[in-house]
């Protein structure tokens, strides 16, 4: 096969490959683990009663910790980043939820620096962005162990 056939059965081939998976709000351990491959991170693990923190490092310095309950589902995950996360893909299918409530709450701003807090139903979402600094954290109350607090999100 020459090159230009297989470069025309690249998009093919990518349509029947399975998409990277994220580690997403109420997803299981597997996602956190798909994750440490997409981002080309470094993980470490620490695990407590109830817990087990997931931080998963990149080279720009970037980290993003998933914590993950005993039942083996993400119930918090928090970011401090370069860039923007894809929030889409942290809060999978809160992701509507936490749009509509973002919606409702946007007030115009001037300057460089944005904070936000939102609250909807299940789902907390907390945020702060300067320039080239992105942090935040998001959790689900129904998921918080009963010993934890989100406090312990960070």
Known sequence: MNCSKAAALLPL??????APAAAVLGEGLASVQADT?????TRRI???LETQVHTLAQADGSTIRQYVGADGRVYAI?????YKPRLDALL??????????ARAAQQLRAGVRHAASL?????VV??????NAHAGRAWLRSRLPAAGSADAIR
Do not use: V
Not at 37 to 41: F, N, W
């Open 78 to 82: 928090s970011w401090n980043t370069r």
């Open 46 to 48: 620490a695990s407590g």
């Open 119 to 123: 609250s909807h139903g299940d789902l």
């Open 92 to 101: 999978g299918a809160h992701f509507p939820a936490y749009a509509e409530a």
């Open 126 to 131: 907390e945020s702060l962005a300067h320039l």
């Open 13 to 18: 081939l990518a349509t029947l490959l399975p």
């Open 37 to 41: 491959l997409r981002l080309a991170a």
